[in-house]
């Protein structure tokens, strides 16, 4: 099958089957999504939302989290994987947001990227989230998910997927598409097991074909 066959034939599954698609991250404006998806960083969606209310609670603005110290916030998040360095990094953040961005938050990939702990994926992610942009955060379950059905070949890094997908995938698409491909592979197409016999695009699949 050729690839951009593959493509189309893929996101005609995903748009009919799974038509609203977002993400599992509880958060109320751009502020708290930066937040949430920092603590996300190979830590479950799950045991983010644990943590996250009593933390924006204690800190509902930038100019908030901006005047904490790095060990205020720890005890918020110390349950999350990393928890040191991603307490320093939500303060640095803030301050910065602060400083540099009047507390509100950039809605580019370059301005986002200057942030402290902010890197490409964590951007794309809030620039798609918040404004709807054509931006493909490539996560784990996202590498592993393209490359097992085909949508990218060979691909050695985050950005060479993010690229060769951003190559088929309509700009008006992306978006929702992170979001597919995210949860088909924490759900169905899992890391050590994946359901084939449950999914619905097993017929357009490579890995399968294989099988």
Known sequence: MRTA?????????????MPVAESELVFANPFECLVA????????DKRVNMVTPALFKAYPTAEDLAKATSDDVFEYV??????RSKAEHLVQMAQRLVDVYGGQVPDNIEDLQTLQG???KT????????????????????FRVSERLGLTTNSKNP???EKQLVKYIPAEVIPKAHH????HGRYVCQARKPKCEQCGIAPYCRYFEKK
């Open 78 to 83: 110390k349950s999350v994987s990393y928890p």
């Open 123 to 142: 951007a794309n992610v809030v620039c798609a989230v918040i404004w709807q942009q054509p931006t493909m955060a490539v996560d784990t379950h996202i």
């Open 159 to 161: 950005l060479q997927t």
């Open 5 to 17: 066959e593959r493509f189309e034939k893929i996101l005609a599954w995903f748009e009919l089957n």
């Open 180 to 183: 597919w491909l995210l949860l």
């Open 118 to 120: 902010v890197g490409r």
């Open 37 to 44: 998806v920092m603590l996300s960083a190979q830590c479950t």
